[in-house]
Every structure is written in structure tokens, then in C-alpha cells.
């Protein structure tokens, strides 16, 4: 099975110089929790709802005046649509990722797939708990 097959596509990006303030809201009206952030076409990284809190509010920094890039993720894990879905869910476990973005031929975004996408279209219970097992192993926390 592809990930065409099992993403969300219909995906919301947002620009990096945009506030946190605006990222979250667009969250809360998407009833969402990442974003991609690009740049025009070009993908420069992944917000998150944990990267807001983790790396702005715990801060003090400012949502109003905070821009997106400097709480995002810049390396981001994609896959093309064409994939396989065992190969989300292998990068899934090697990255603890519950996300992954998904891209076009194109390089464009036509897609997030999440592991509960893996979970509830393939069905493969199993693969699944492994691949949340290896996503909930702790990490080392940053110095």
C-alpha cells in the first residue's frame, strides 16, 4: 500500500515569518498539531503544538512577536507519495516520529500521514505497536 492511499492530504502550510500567535490559531481552527512551514514552494521545516510550548512559552518568549522559524523543526522527515507505507512506519520508529510529511514527484506537500493513518488503514496491529514502541522509547534530554 502507498501513502497516496493513506495520508491526509488537503495540507495548511505556514510561512516562517509568521507569529506563533498565528500559528497556533491556525492550529486551533484546523484542529491540528503540526504545520508544515515553507517558504513559497520550498519546505524549511515542521511547527509543532510541543515546539510552541517546548521551545516559546517555557522560554517567556512572546507569541505576538516570536516568529515561526525560530521554534520549528528544520530537519523534517518526508517520504515520497508513492512510497511504501512500511517504509513510514520504518522511519516513523528510526526517527520517533508520529508524523511524516508527505511530498510529490514535484517536491511540493500533497500530504501528512500519521501513524494513526498506518494504523487504521492497514491494519496491521502489530507493526503498529512496534512502531509506537519505538517512537515512546525516552530520549536524552538536551544539555
Known sequence: ?????????????????ATLQEAARMMKALDVGPLPVCDGERVVGMLTDRDITVRATAEG??????KVREAMT???????????????ARLMQEHQLRRLLVMGRDGHVVGIVALGDLAVETGDERRIGQVLEGISE?????R
Do not use: F
Open 138 to 142: 525516552p530520549s536524552e534530554p538536551e
Open 1 to 17: 500500500m502507498q501513502l497516496k492511499d493513506v495520508m491526509t492530504r488537503d495540507v495548511e502550510v505556514i510561512h516562517p515569518d
Open 74 to 88: 528544520q530537519a523534517v522527515v518526508s517520504l515520497m507519495e508513492d512510497q511504501d507505507v512500511e517504509e513510514a
Open 61 to 66: 518568549r512572546d507569541p505576538t512577536t516570536t
